[in-house]
């Protein structure tokens, strides 16, 4: 059975708009479980850290509206796509200013576009979702999120083996991501997505082996090994692709090196057995 992909077309141009308020409590929780003291956390004024956007424009929708997942359910601004698993495959961030913490921030959403097609395990669909945060009236990070949607595989299909990470890194972090960090993550970004935290329904319902890392959170992870490796750098632009599942309880190296083109470095996350969680690149001055 195929996607009515014209009729998922529909949603492309549509859009939604919101306003918050960059508030310190969730920075302040993600620098927690980041484990920096409190001397380390920024204060009221001071610069939202560059993933730190995801704890805000969290989703607030009625329990009535949440799926079997976790996720809300789609039809309202996502377009409805008739399969049951949905990955965050990847962003592309670019940083226009800074966002000072305490002030307030309008992000418009759009849908940019809606793909779909027959892969080797089955149909897939493809929506980006084009962001803009707007502070003090001047835009001030534009990020494109890609979201992948596919079928349950077979209860018998064994895991796919990661491609290789690169080596010869320059830095490297290991961490050994556990269920209270992963449960502190996703409070602190309101993301109920069951696979984070319900062993039971990631392991019995989705087949995975065990609770899975958020792509976000190892996106955050890649950054804060890369700023600890060149503090004095400015961010410009971030972009990351999730390339295969991290487990929970698993160590997980983040690392990374230049690249020979000048304020470009090339970013990757892998597991102890040297296979690639997730690239990605910082471009920076």
């Given amino acids: 059975m195929g996607l009515d992909t014209a009729h998922l077309e529909k949603w492309i141009g549509k859009t939604e708009t919101a306003e918050d308020r960059l508030d310190l409590w969730p920075v302040k929780g993600l620098m927690a479980l980041l484990d920096k003291t409190p001397e380390q956390w920024p204060s009221e004024g001071d610069a939202l850290p560059p993933t730190a956007h995801w704890s805000y424009f969290v989703p607030r929708v009625p329990q009535s509206k949440i799926a079997s997942d976790g996720h809300p359910v789609k039809g309202d601004f ?15 961030i670019r940083y226009e200013a800074q966002m000072p913490l305490g ?31 707007a502070c003090g009236g001047n835009v001030a990070l534009i990020e494109e999120q890609d979201l992948v949607y596919r079928d349950n595989p077979p209860k018998d299909a064994p895991t796919p083996t990661p491609r290789p990470a690169p080596e010869n890194p320059e830095w490297s972090m290991e961490i050994y991501p556990d269920e209270a960090q992963l449960f ?88 102890s057995d040297g296979g690639l969680h997730m690239q990605a690149d910082a471009i920076w001055e």
């Avoid at 996502?78 to 592309?92: D, K, T």
């Fill in 78 to 92: 996502l377009p409805p796509v008739p399969l049951p698993r949905r990955m965050w495959a990847g962003s592309r």
């Fill in 103 to 133: 002030e307030a921030v309008t992000r418009t959403a759009r849908i940019k576009s809606v793909a779909t097609k027959e892969g080797r395990s089955g149909l897939l669909a493809f929506v980006t979702v084009a962001n803009e945060y």
């Fill in 184 to 271: 502190r993550f996703s409070a602190v970004t309101l993301n109920a997505h069951r696979i984070h935290y319900d062993y039971p329904y990631v392991t019995q319902e989705e087949g995975y082996p065990g609770l899975i890392v958020h792509g976000q959170l190892i996106a955050t992870f890649l950054l804060e090994a890369w700023q600890t490796a060149q503090p004095n750098a400015t961010l410009r632009a971030f972009n990351f692709k999730a390339m295969s599942p991290a487990f929970c309880g698993k160590p997980l190296f983040v690392e990374g090196r230049h690249s020979e083109q000048a304020g470009q470095s090339e970013l990757w996350a892998r597991n």
